[in-house]
């Protein structure tokens, strides 16, 4: 079975800063997705960005960029520029690309601070 | 991406009671996903929802406790039954749209 696993609980950035959060995952297959989500406190899920396993070109969506490793298995989340609004729990996701179902699995969340 | 309203943002029970969940998709979808996201914990898979078919249950969770209806492919519910505080949490719907999954805005459930 797969596992999605984020190693930091907590990590704290300073405003215009730059951060990085970890994600690695265990999985045999050799085709699948990969996302990282935010839940601010509104607890509103919002997709962050989505990266395919078959690219190698890392995945980026304005000040939010991937580091894809496919053969360490890693994928974290580069965040630039820092803004107070980024506050919030990030999950990396992983997803099958084939099967019979579509499901996400979760990993356990960094939740993330920003300092003014 | 789909637009998913969900019921209710949140309540209050006894121990005891039942509660339902309803989600509505604004366009037509295969799966619904229902999550449970306890306090300060990660989302975990209850059920994939399929229209017409029974739902698919995963490890730990069973039908009796959370039974799940799919009457038409933009409509589901999930009930959280003979609740005790243990099931305090907030329930999220989900489906897969284009370029990722989206959210209904969840359920904060508490069980006193």
Same mark, same amino acid.
């Given at each position: 079975a797969q596992t999605v696993t984020q190693s930091q609980p907590e990590m704290s950035v300073q405003e215009a800063e730059t951060v990085t959060l970890s994600c690695t995952y265990d999985t045999s297959e050799s085709d699948y997705y990969l996302f990282w989500y935010k839940q601010p406190p509104s607890r509103q899920m919002i997709l962050v960005i989505r990266q395919e396993a078959y690219k190698q070109q890392n995945a980026t969506e304005n000040r939010f960029s991937v580091n894809f490793q496919k053969a360490a298995k890693s994928f974290s989340l580069k965040i630039s520029d820092?803004?107070?609004?980024?506050a919030a729990m990030y999950f990396c996701a992983y997803r099958s690309a084939g099967g019979a179902t579509n499901k996400l699995i979760f990993g356990t969340g960094t939740l993330l601070a920003v300092q003014p | 991406s789909a637009v998913i309203s969900q019921k209710p943002s949140r309540d209050i029970c006894q121990r005891g009671t039942s509660l339902t969940i309803q989600c509505q998709v604004d366009s037509q979808v295969t799966m619904m996903f229902w999550y449970r996201q306890q306090p300060g914990q990660s989302l975990t898979l209850i059920a994939t929802a399929n229209q017409g078919s029974e739902a698919t249950y995963e490890s730990g969770f069973v039908i009796d406790k959370f039974p799940i209806s799919r009457p038409n492919l933009t409509f589901s519910t999930l009930t959280v039954s003979n609740? *005790?505080?243990?099931? *305090?949490s907030i329930y999220l719907c989900s489906v897969e749209r284009g370029y990722g999954y989206t959210f209904g805005s969840g359920t904060r459930l508490t069980v006193v």
């Amino acid at each position: 079975a797969q596992t999605v696993t984020q190693s930091q609980p907590e990590m704290s950035v300073q405003e215009a800063e730059t951060v990085t959060l970890s994600c690695t995952y265990d999985t045999s297959e050799s085709d699948y997705y990969l996302f990282w989500y935010k839940q601010p406190p509104s607890r509103q899920m919002i997709l962050v960005i989505r990266q395919e396993a078959y690219k190698q070109q890392n995945a980026t969506e304005n000040r939010f960029s991937v580091n894809f490793q496919k053969a360490a298995k890693s994928f974290s989340l580069k965040i630039s520029d820092s803004q107070l609004g980024d506050a919030a729990m990030y999950f990396c996701a992983y997803r099958s690309a084939g099967g019979a179902t579509n499901k996400l699995i979760f990993g356990t969340g960094t939740l993330l601070a920003v300092q003014p | 991406s789909a637009v998913i309203s969900q019921k209710p943002s949140r309540d209050i029970c006894q121990r005891g009671t039942s509660l339902t969940i309803q989600c509505q998709v604004d366009s037509q979808v295969t799966m619904m996903f229902w999550y449970r996201q306890q306090p300060g914990q990660s989302l975990t898979l209850i059920a994939t929802a399929n229209q017409g078919s029974e739902a698919t249950y995963e490890s730990g969770f069973v039908i009796d406790k959370f039974p799940i209806s799919r009457p038409n492919l933009t409509f589901s519910t999930l009930t959280v039954s003979n609740m *005790s505080p243990e099931d *305090s949490s907030i329930y999220l719907c989900s489906v897969e749209r284009g370029y990722g999954y989206t959210f209904g805005s969840g359920t904060r459930l508490t069980v006193v």
